[in-house]
């Protein structure tokens, strides 16, 4: 090891070696801050670099865990004692930015705020949107293929990269970062590869990137719905009136926690109705977006979907009825101990399954369960937390199975966003068929047969 991390250093610069205690002192996720065990962190500067480094970290047999923005839930970027963690840190350039094509191409570690901001500067916008953004990186946005609020108009994170750099296992530079067109059917579609791989295949250095028209008009409401039943007709609803940009559902035990309970938030709505909804629409005509969003708010009404509503006026009410969905600090230190969960399933079956879901830690631990779910209710996504006020690890398992093992009667996933990383390997079965997971396997051994690219996670 000592004679490998030498050579990496005559690469990196000594610098950018960091090692012992400079480890130990940075965190290896941002749910646990648990320290970074890794032997070392490697921080080259750009991809010539790194694919030095990782033809020798192949022809060695080291195994290496990528880091980017740490800011994942599923322990995806835990390396072991054995381990180098390669962090792409110092590459956070945006190397150009075309308005008439309406793309940006940027490195790996520059954080996805930078690039909304970058493609705000000439009027366009990057549509992914984290609660995250200043520290989540766009190479760990494309390795877990991220989702956010605005999926139900513009898609994932895959459907922004209209090109990619990876290097691979062996050092090898693979790229299409050619592909600034919006149509190229030219033979595989090699970036997909990568796209929600998890570092697995490859380690993603740069990334041509799909920009949106500017929409200058923004209209945001906060709503109380009275069923659920109301809620999927609400969402059925707006998009037909309105350029829905966001459809955010909170059940009550999030909405009430996150203002009456934690004292955290303002209310700005009475905390007794079952549902809440946020809603968000953009366009290019404030005066007429504005019109036809109040409209829609009457129509609701007069529907019975919604009992009450708060109009935000300014971007700062935007931005308060935002932190009640995106405050995730609020309830990892209300809950505390907690377990998260990003599961996907079909609109209809997500009451039945919620309720079900309560009823089983109720009885499996009773008196000391407690549920909070929200979501991207119109892509199917919900986010569950929950604590059973103890966090053993055979408590854990027994919630994990409470909450994964009926997806698979549904057809739904355990992973929504999050990816799978350490946390859900187990799981991947409810959510992918024995064919699906051996192919993956196949690809995976393809790509990196001697298994150093973050090892364990996803595939085990």
Excluded at 388 to 410: H, K, M
């Amino acid at each position: 090891m000592q004679q490998l991390l030498e050579q990496i250093a005559e690469i990196v610069g000594r610098d950018h070696l960091l090692t012992g205690e400079a480890v130990r002192q940075r965190n290896a996720d941002w749910f646990t801050h648990s320290p970074c065990e890794a032997a070392a962190i490697v921080r080259p500067a750009n991809t010539e670099q790194l694919s030095r480094v990782m033809a020798l970290c192949h022809a060695a047999g080291q195994p290496v865990v990528t880091h980017g923005g740490l800011t994942g839930v599923v322990h995806g970027a835990v390396a072991a004692p054995d381990e180098l963690a390669i962090s792409l840190e110092r590459m956070t350039a945006i190397e150009a930015v075309d308005p008439v094509g309406g793309t940006l191409t940027a490195q790996a570690g520059v954080p996805l705020q930078r690039v909304q901001e970058a493609a705000a500067e000439i009027g366009m916008q990057f549509p992914v949107d984290l609660g995250a953004r200043g520290s989540c990186t766009i190479g760990g946005n494309i390795a877990t293929n991220a989702g956010g609020i605005r999926v139900i108009r513009y898609g994932m994170m895959r459907q922004q990269v209209l090109g990619l750099e990876a290097v691979l296992a062996d050092g090898r530079v693979i790229s299409s970062m050619n592909n600034t067109m919006l149509k190229n059917n030219a033979g595989y579609d090699l970036k997909q590869l990568f796209i929600g791989s998890e570092g697995t295949l490859g380690i993603v250095t740069r990334a041509v990137l799909r920009l949106q028209p500017a929409l200058p008009s923004e209209q945001c409401a906060l709503v109380s719905v009275p069923s659920f039943e109301a809620l999927t007709r609400l969402l059925n609803l707006a998009p037909r009136r309105i350029g829905l940009s966001a459809f955010e559902a909170l059940w009550n035990s999030h909405y009430r926690l996150m203002t009456e309970e934690s004292g955290a938030h303002t209310p700005p709505l009475a905390t007794d109705s079952p549902f809440y909804a946020i809603l968000e629409s953009q366009g290019m005509d404030t005066e007429r977006d504005a019109e036809q969003f109040q409209a829609l708010l009457e129509e609701a009404f007069e529907a019975e979907l919604i009992t009450d509503a708060v109009l935000a006026s300014s971007e700062a009410q935007r931005q308060a009825i935002w932190a009640i969905r995106e405050d995730i600090e609020v309830l990892v230190r209300t809950l505390k101990p907690m377990f998260s969960f990003d599961i996907s399933l079909p609109i209809p079956a997500m009451e039945t399954y919620v309720e079900g879901l309560e009823q089983r830690l109720a009885k499996a631990f009773p008196g000391g369960a407690r549920l909070v779910t929200f979501g991207h209710l119109g892509d199917g996504n919900l986010h569950i937390m929950v604590t059973v006020r103890d966090a053993a690890a055979e408590c854990r398992r027994a919630v994990e199975q409470l909450v994964y093992a009926p997806l698979a009667e549904i057809g739904g996933s355990v992973s929504a966003e999050h990816g799978i990383g350490l946390e859900k390997r187990d799981y991947l079965h409810f959510s992918r068929s024995e064919e699906e997971i051996a192919t993956m396997r196949l690809l995976k051994q393809a790509l990196d047969p001697k298994g150093l690219l973050n090892p364990g996670k996803v595939l085990g």
